[in-house]
Nanobody, 122 residues
Framework: QVQLVESGGGLVQAGGSLRLSCAAS????????MGWFRQAPGKEREFVAA????????YYADSVKGRFTISRDNAKNTLYLQMNSLKPEETAVYYC???????????????WGQGTQVTVSS
């Protein structure tokens, strides 16, 4: 059973930056495609970014392209999301997820973390 634990969330002013981390345990990290998703209050969870098993391929939601960067360190069993130029509307709980199959932008991931709160003040 894979466990995922997100960290790095917090309160930041609009235009600021945060780096989220997701520590994985209980499985072979490099065997999983990984993704970041977010859920704002009163809204459905949405795709943010995804990365293939060895980081060769990355995918982003149009709304975050050029501002967010997903990366992974398989030696450290850790996934990252660097978020720059944050906007108030990006206030949400951010979740990391692991998938045994290939990378996807859909929510068909097998394992999910508990989420970390990101609050962007205006």
């Amino acid at each position: 059973q894979v466990q995922l634990v997100e960290s790095g969330g917090g309160l930041v002013q609009a235009g600021g930056s945060l780096r989220l981390s997701c520590a994985a345990s209980g499985g072979t990290f490099s065997s999983f495609a990984m993704g970041w998703f977010r859920q704002a209050p009163g809204k459905e969870r949405e795709f943010v970014a995804a990365i293939s098993r060895f980081g060769v391929s990355t995918y982003y939601a149009d709304s975050v392209k050029g501002r967010f960067t997903i990366s992974r360190d398989n030696a450290k069993n850790t996934l990252y999301l660097q978020m720059n130029s944050l906007k108030p509307e990006e206030t949400a709980v951010y979740y990391c997820a692991a998938r045994k199959g290939g990378v996807t932008t859909t929510q068909t991931y097998d394992y999910w973390g508990q989420g970390t709160q990101v609050t962007v003040s205006s």
